[in-house]
């Protein structure tokens, strides 16, 4: 029998039926792999292969809009030092910078962290979070698409609480769990286009609303809300009617998932990612 590793509670459900390895706690709802990733072996994938397979994601500028949407969520706050865990090569500390903030970045990968300094000429630490050692001094703490890939991610938000000043904000961005898993059993029952269950996305730790809720409130935090967060820009992909269809497509999901949102007071989020913003 395996334990929820955030609330301890006996696990019995599948998350999803056709991948046997990803468990879900009915208590918190967390998602989970359950086989053991060793740490060690996390993290060398991330120093070591991750800028590889994944550095095109960042190069092209599709997440230029969900960078500059973040930094708009934290303007409501005081504009000072923001740490970004996972920065990659730190295009949101640019643009973090561009607004006023004094940045910092965490990262294990050297092969980002090399070009970031090389373009970005930002100040780019290399491990994790975990070995990162600061006091309370910074006015916002960053998790962009980030927090799913961290071996213990509520030791990653108990970090950020000890790293932000009292007043300080935490915004994470997070794919959001319940959509992938009923678009995962909707396609696969019906054999419904096969290839697009192999775009859904789980990482080791997938989240609801109701988990980053819980988890942000256990770790102090209030002033806690969750909106459905904009989609990438695909059109920076490269060109085609594909691509333009691909983007009316996700503004019109976005935006449909914001009026549910609003119509159901905060209690039904349909978009495929979410953003959660909290004060210290
Ligand atoms: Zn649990």
Redesign the pocket.
């Known amino acids: 029998m395996i334990n929820?590793p955030?609330?301890?509670?006996q696990i019995r459900d599948q998350a999803v039926k056709a991948h046997t390895g990803l468990r879900r706690?009915s208590?918190?709802e967390?998602i989970f792999r359950g086989e053991n990733n060793t740490a060690e072996k996390l993290l060398n994938s991330y120093r070591h292969h991750y800028f590889a397979k994944h550095a095109s994601d960042q190069l092209d500028g599709r997440r230029e809009n969900i960078h500059q949407h973040a930094l708009a969520k934290l303007s409501s706050g005081q504009i000072g030092q923001l740490l970004d865990v996972g920065t990659g090569c730190g295009f949101f500390l640019v643009a973090a910078r561009r607004r006023g903030w004094d940045v910092k970045g965490i990262d294990p990968s050297k092969d980002s962290i090399k070009l970031g300094q090389l373009l970005n000429g930002v100040d780019i630490f290399e491990g994790t979070l975990a070995d990162y050692d600061g006091d309370s001094h910074f006015d916002a703490v960053t998790f962009i698409n980030v927090l799913g890939h961290i071996k213990e991610p509520w030791k990653a938000v108990e970090k950020a609480a000890l790293l932000l000043k009292k007043g300080g904000q935490i915004y994470i961005r997070f794919p959001n769990a319940r959509f992938h898993v009923f678009l995962h059993e909707v396609f696969t029952k019906f054999h419904l286009f096969e290839w697009i269950p192999r775009y859904l996305v789980f990482h080791d730790f997938s989240f609801s609303h109701r988990y980053m809720k819980r988890l942000l409130a256990d770790n102090g935090f209030h002033d806690i809300q969750i909106s459905n967060s904009p989609i990438s820009n695909t059109l920076r992909r490269g060109n085609g009617n594909n691509l333009t269809c691909s983007r009316l497509g996700t503004v019109s999901l976005y935006s449909l998932a914001v009026i549910l949102q609003r119509i159901s007071l905060h209690r039904i989020y349909i978009g495929s990612s979410l953003e959660a913003i909290a004060v210290k």
Request: a negative charge; charged letters at 10%.
């Open positions: 929820c955030y609330c301890d509670h706690c208590a918190c967390l």
